[in-house]
């Protein structure tokens, strides 16, 4: 009976300690493969519409299913401009850091317009809010919104519902006008 118990016991934790490697590498790995064949520096910082192809690989959805577009981005040196034209159909714009954490996500419905600016930077650190002059970094924003994130390094994912093939040459059109730049700080 003690060696049965023993047993369960012994596969009870093998398969929390699987399970719990699973749960927080596997995030890791999907987030390296979205971005880890397009790091060459011509790719940081720069808006790129997926192709087919491209966006069956990485997001497992079909060129008649949806429309898709990555801006890969450092914003180690500087603050990122994000200049998103979307059409007018069901989207949303995530952000993602280079682990796979969720940091920002609006959609149509939350933005109520289709044409927005955010600028995408660093928070700053526990030290810098203890010692530094917040009054100086504070500025505001009229012409769009703004977000701090805790990672510099990171990718935003543009996506839209196709409702019938046909909309994704017209689409592509209006999303390739969005634009990524780095604003040196």
Known sequence: MRAWLYWIAVALLIGAVSHLSYVLIAPSFAMQRLMGGSKEDSQINRFV??????QLRLLGETPTEALSGKCIFDISKGELSVAAEM???FWSLTIYSDKGADLYTINDRQAGTDKFKL?????????????????ENTRALSDGWSVEIPEPHGIAVFWMALEY????????????RSACTLTPT
Do not use: M, N
């Open 119 to 135: 600028t995408v930077k660093q928070a700053p650190g526990v030290l810098d809010l203890l010692g530094g002059d917040q009054s």
């Open 87 to 89: 059409p007018h159909t």
């Open 165 to 176: 093939p046909e909309q994704r040459k017209h689409f592509s059109d209006i999303l390739s």
């Open 49 to 54: 519409l997926l192709d087919a192809t491209e």
